[in-house]
Nanobody
Framework: VQLVESGGGLVQPGGSLRLSCAAS??????????MGWYRQAPGVQRELVAD???????NYADSVKGRFTISRDNAKNTVYLQMNSLKPEDTAVYYC?????????WGQGTQVTVSS
């Protein structure tokens, strides 16, 4: 399985970004796994910020609840993260993977920088 994240960039505080993560190499694996978005800031352990089950139930870390929305399109093997009201502390490299982890390799991630 290969995971490719995209959609990151530089945004001002209060702005929005939409991240995408496309899975390839496993036709059935994506649709039978809960998926999550993780992030890792410099010097900080990677953390799970949002996850979504195969039937669309979602969970969020307290730090992003009410600002981030995770969704998935099983037909496209893609998971999304809509991020609104971004804060400087959201700055990190964002990755997607199964949640909980099931051994899929990490992708390259996408950098999100929130700064004025």
């Amino acid at each position: 399985v290969q995971l490719v994240e995209s959609g990151g960039g530089l945004v001002q505080p209060g702005g929005s970004l939409r991240l995408s993560c496309a899975a390839s190499g496993s036709i059935f694996g994506f649709s039978i796994n809960a998926m999550g978005w993780y992030r890792q800031a410099p010097g900080v352990q990677r953390e799970l910020v949002a996850d979504i089950t195969i039937d669309g139930r979602t969970n969020y870390a307290d730090s992003v609840k009410g600002r981030f929305t995770i969704s998935r399109d099983n037909a496209k093997n893609t998971v999304y993260l809509q991020m609104n009201s971004l804060k400087p502390e959201d700055t990190a490299v964002y990755y997607c993977n199964t949640a909980p982890r099931s051994g899929w390799p990490w992708g390259q991630g996408t950098q999100v920088t929130v700064s004025s």
